[in-house]
């Protein structure tokens, strides 16, 4: 019977934190630009005109009710088939994980901006500000206040579900401790520590989602 031996992972522990710095890096960069193209979808949903209401909704309930893995292959695989151009497995996996948060965030977004009292519109529009004026003054830093706890929650959820990019060859922390527990017939070890490091980032943002809900809360109380 094979012994376990977790002595063996500190051997590979370099190779563990630079799959890691990539996870960090993808999560980090589409969870940026996923929340800002996040907000634009959700001014899109609120509007009046359904020629852009219905397309945002769609989109949005089509990312949300589908599996991430099969948005994920779908746009590494057919991507370059439809758009008749090469992308980088990089540039694709970017471009789904971004997708894919755009359509949750825009949730948080819509939620927040529903939450805003109506008298602060009219007071805009007695004040005669312009409709960007509103939206990047008014608007968007009260519903970026009400958003964060959710939105954090968001970035825990990306940073798990970014696990799913190693199914595609791209080599972040999943990828390489597969790869490492493959080689050296180590499972146990390298899935095991692969799990504790995911573990070890999480769940102090998971801690600070609720230190930052528990302030607003205690703000906003009224």
Known sequence: MMTIDFSIVFSYWHV??????????ITLSCALIGSLAGFLVSLL???????????????????RGT???IQLFWVFFCFPVVLGV????????VIALTLYMAAITSETFRGALKSIAS?????????GLTSRIKVFYVVFPQ?????IPPLLSNVVSLFKESALISSVGIADLMFIGQNISNSTARPVEFLS??????????FPLTRLVGVVEGRLLRRYAY
Do not use: M
């Open 86 to 93: 090469n992308i980088p497995p990089y540039v694709s996996v």
């Open 67 to 69: 599996p991430l893995l």
């Open 119 to 127: 008298e602060q519109h009219d007071a805009c529009t007695a004040l």
């Open 143 to 147: 519903a970026l206040l009400r958003s």
């Open 16 to 25: 563990l934190l630079k799959g890691l710095g990539l996870t960090l890096a």
């Open 45 to 63: 949903r609120i509007s009046k005109f359904r020629i852009l209401k219905w397309p945002t909704a769609l989109y949005v309930e089509f990312f």
């Open 193 to 202: 520590a692969v799990a504790v490091i995911y573990f070890l980032v999480a």
